[in-house]
């Protein structure tokens, strides 16, 4: 289960959704929504939603409110410290998490299918922005991602880590989509693949940056047990 911060960001004027995107520098948050809330209202829909004209999609023109954190409450049964197993975490997107520090967009794993056992049921994407948004009445917490496509069908032999590479589209971006909050099972830790080349001498690496400096990254299931319970 995920829940939203109590106090929304400040700084955002009138929050809407043409304003955010702009404030957070992804000018595609306006469709990627619209194209999100389609798939809410037509769940059936047999359309690919790539395709559809701007006339289909609906409209969003309320106000929009923007969240740096969220907190996951999941159930991690090996954890006998807890009560009947209930632990939490909080996963944070801010520009500026700690007094005009660096930014900060954590990384998550999202249940795509749960039949599937561990990392195999599961995407990798990085949080750019928690917002939520209203349409007839109905309030939408939604987050939008970055996502991370997984390289080959098994874990790295070596390591026992499944090894993920940032999705590219046929433009050469990253892709995006905005999903669900509560698709969000909890958060991930990445950790570069170190190659033979290395960086060049004006990039300093730091938390902020190192999810762009390099081409791909193990899914860190040693960080704690329960991430070790799901990401086998």
């Given at each position: 289960m995920i829940q939203l911060r109590t106090l929304s960001a400040r700084g955002y004027g009138e929050r809407t959704l043409e304003v955010v995107a702009e404030k957070i520098g992804e000018p595609d948050l306006v469709w990627l929504t619209r194209e999100y809330l389609h798939g809410c209202l037509f769940p059936d829909s047999n359309h690919d939603i790539s395709e559809l004209d701007d006339e289909v999609l609906p409209q969003i023109c309320g106000k929009v409110s923007v969240f740096h954190s969220v907190v996951a409450t999941y159930y991690a049964p090996s954890d006998r410290s807890r009560v009947n197993g209930a632990a939490k975490e909080r996963i944070r997107s801010s520009p500026h998490p700690w007094h005009g520090g660096l930014p900060r967009h954590d990384c998550v794993v999202v249940e795509?299918?749960?039949?599937?056992?561990?990392?195999?049921?599961?995407?990798?994407?990085?949080?750019?922005?928690?917002?939520?948004?209203?349409?007839?009445?109905?309030?939408?917490?939604?987050?939008?991602?970055?996502?991370?496509?997984?390289?080959?069908?098994?874990?790295?032999?070596?390591?026992?880590?499944?090894?993920?590479?940032?999705?590219?589209?046929?433009?050469?971006?990253?892709?995006?989509?905005?999903?669900?909050?509560?698709?969000?099972?909890?958060?991930?830790?990445?950790?570069?693949?170190?190659?033979?080349?290395?960086?060049?001498?004006?990039?300093?690496?730091?938390?902020?940056?190192?999810?762009?400096?390099?081409?791909?990254?193990?899914?860190?299931?040693?960080?704690?047990?329960?991430?070790?319970?799901?990401?086998?």
């Amino acid at each position: 289960m995920i829940q939203l911060r109590t106090l929304s960001a400040r700084g955002y004027g009138e929050r809407t959704l043409e304003v955010v995107a702009e404030k957070i520098g992804e000018p595609d948050l306006v469709w990627l929504t619209r194209e999100y809330l389609h798939g809410c209202l037509f769940p059936d829909s047999n359309h690919d939603i790539s395709e559809l004209d701007d006339e289909v999609l609906p409209q969003i023109c309320g106000k929009v409110s923007v969240f740096h954190s969220v907190v996951a409450t999941y159930y991690a049964p090996s954890d006998r410290s807890r009560v009947n197993g209930a632990a939490k975490e909080r996963i944070r997107s801010s520009p500026h998490p700690w007094h005009g520090g660096l930014p900060r967009h954590d990384c998550v794993v999202v249940e795509h299918n749960s039949n599937l056992p561990g990392f195999q049921g599961l995407y990798t994407a990085r949080v750019h922005c928690f917002f939520t948004f209203k349409h007839q009445n109905l309030e939408y917490p939604s987050a939008l991602v970055h996502w991370f496509e997984t390289v080959g069908d098994s874990a790295d032999p070596l390591t026992g880590m499944w090894v993920v590479k940032p999705e590219m589209t046929g433009e050469g971006q990253v892709a995006a989509n905005v999903i669900s909050i509560d698709s969000i099972l909890r958060g991930v830790h990445l950790i570069p693949a170190f190659g033979g080349n290395t960086l060049p001498a004006d990039n300093l690496v730091n938390p902020s940056n190192a999810l762009d400096l390099f081409d791909a990254f193990y899914v860190n299931k040693y960080v704690a047990h329960h991430s070790h319970e799901i990401l086998f």
